[in-house]
């Protein structure tokens, strides 16, 4: 593996991490409870909507920081996940109106690219040194 692609991991964890960490300083800033509602139409209960802490600022900072990538960017994508299932659920085959485009590209795309810090780690430049499976 070359230096390159160590450092193309680097770029992928900050740009995952850090923009779903400012998703989480909302959450922070203006809480969850708007959340039990649509986790209550599809028959889950609201105390699910306190998970939103766990992808959307624990996890991406253990992105940031390079350690535990794996777990942490699988919890982001089931984040994702979930906000498109509760939230944007009806624009999946949408195009936005504006310029055009896929209605959830921006959540398909942080969805993806954590996948792919998944599948790929978060490589040396972290806090990880250990390379077991979850890093």
Known sequence: MSRND???????RLGVGVIVLFHGAAKLSHGVEWMRGPLGEIGLPGVLA????????????LIILGLRTRIAALLVAF????AVVLVL????????????????????LIFLASLA???VGGGKYG?????????
């Open 117 to 119: 810090l998944f599948f």
């Open 50 to 61: 306190y998970g939103a802490y766990i992808g959307e600022v624990i996890a991406p900072l």
């Open 6 to 12: 160590d450092l193309g991991k680097l770029l992928l």
């Open 127 to 135: 806090i990880s040194k250990a390379k077991s499976k979850w890093d």
């Open 89 to 108: 659920r009806h624009e999946i085959f949408a195009i936005k109106p504006m310029g055009g485009g896929w209605a959830i590209e921006l959540e398909a």
């Open 79 to 82: 984040d994702l996940f979930m």
